[in-house]
């Protein structure tokens, strides 16, 4: 996991561009960082508690789904265990960075690539709330662009709202891996009917035959394994190749894309992972 800071000027150089506080002794550094984990400390539990049971209103626990292990040639779902430590850290990063996605300790589902040990999609809490807005929005038929472990399927194929939803998924083996217990999930609850199609393509070269008038009502791109400003440029030219097959009312959107606006504006090269 890369510092983000490391892209647009070290920590050092940032705290002395805020005021001084690069010059405090290694002493005073440590009691300030002692100090405020032992407040996040003292506030994971209640704000845990409080996330856990909105997040679990609307996601299904993954753990459930899921084997501890599972891979194919070049891909693995396993689990990741986060300690309040960690947690606290990660809270820490996000926040001096406006993004407002406290990270809980637990045990997560995690999807990721063999190599370099790269973390594609997880089901922490980050990843639940920063998906919310597709969530709450999808309706009609639905374009997704990356499966993942499936996390957003499943509350968008429980809503009454919405009619249809297809997949485009770029990788087979995520595919492979994924779609047997995701559909045996889906099945045994009925979900699989609103389910078209999990499309073995890249969203940038697919195309959908809309000559008999089918239009879709809400696409959603998450096709990012990392958080970086420079996806802005490829969500701009997903959105203008999606815009002839858009409904009335259509809702786009695209994974962490108003944070990394946000980012932009602050005229800053953003790139957490």
Known sequence: MTDCFTRYGGQKEKRARYGGAASLSSGAK???????????????????ARGDAKMKRVYE?????????????????????????????????????GFHYPTYPGTFVVLGKKTHQEIVMSDSNMEKVSNLDVIENAHGNVLIAGLGLGM???????KKEVKHVVVVEKEKEVIDLVLPYLMKYLKKHGLDKKLGEVMNKDIHEVSFDH??????????FDIWSNICTDNLKEIRALKKRFRKGRAKG????AWMEDELKYQLRRKTRYNLY
């Not at 008038?213 to 696409?219: A, D, S």
């Open 30 to 48: 440590g009691f300030r960082t002692f100090v405020l984990l032992s407040v996040i400390f003292s506030l994971q539990a209640e704000l845990s």
């Open 61 to 97: 626990e993954l753990g459930k789904i899921y084997p501890k292990e599972a891979e194919t040639e070049n891909w693995k779902i396993t689990r990741v265990k986060v300690d309040k430590h960690r947690a606290a850290m990660d809270s820490i990063k996000f926040a001096s960075d």
């Open 250 to 253: 259509c809702w786009v959107g």
């Open 211 to 220: 000559k008999n008038g089918f239009k879709w009502n809400t696409i959603y």
């Open 152 to 158: 957003i399927l499943i509350p968008i194929l429980k």
